[in-house]
């Protein structure tokens, strides 16, 4: 049950979000430093509310404050805004293999990164045509624990080989997964072939495994993957 006062600081925090995020979208290639005085004007708040969020921006990494007394994003912020970039990146080089894995198994085939220590978040998907088939969803977080793709994020899987889970944590959905690595050879993300278990045995799995390692060494060793790090 919620009260009153509760609903009064839901709005209160919401309201705090969208100021801070008014002043983070401030700054951008040709302004990269901005003064307290052009955040407060450009992201019209008073002065004193901008100084709060700003010292609260700053304390997380957010922002930093320069030698000149000015502001710039901080090591948090770029991180988040590489991060969102190279996904960006992978995800429209990913999609032309998603299709042929689908095209290949008949099956649902998603593409993921890892979100955090505990979830991995789906970042494109193929939907499977068949009108029984198991159903992701862009955004969507699932858990890196007893999941294929969770493995695969996670280092369960040597270079060259596919994680198979015949029964996952959703109830009769069974998968095959496999990362996805850069040219230093660390995990930037990870593809799956999901479906029902009744139609997916172990030699199946390992058939779509064999076709997800393809698809992969492609991507692997494509130009743009040479070129660009990925270091998601």
Known sequence: MTTDQDDARGR????SALR???IVSLFSSQRPQL?????SEGAELPSSTTARLIQTLAGEGYLRKCDNGA?????RLIEM???ISGAASLTEIVRPHLETLRAETGETVCFAIKASETEAVYLDQCDSPQSVRHVRWVGE???LANTAIGAALTGGCAPGEAKIALKTY??????????IRNGSGKIVGAINVTGPSYRLTEAKLQQMGEALLREISKIEGSSDQRSNSWAI
């Not at 003064?35 to 955040?39: A, C, F, G």
């Not at 959703?170 to 990362?179: N, R």
């Open 12 to 15: 209160d925090s919401v309201r």
């Open 170 to 179: 959703e109830k009769d959905v069974s998968a095959v997964a496999a990362p």
């Open 20 to 22: 801070a995020f008014s």
């Open 141 to 143: 977080r699932v858990p």
């Open 71 to 75: 502001y710039a994003p901080g090591p």
């Open 35 to 39: 003064t307290m005085k052009e955040i």
């Open 81 to 83: 805004a590489a991060s």
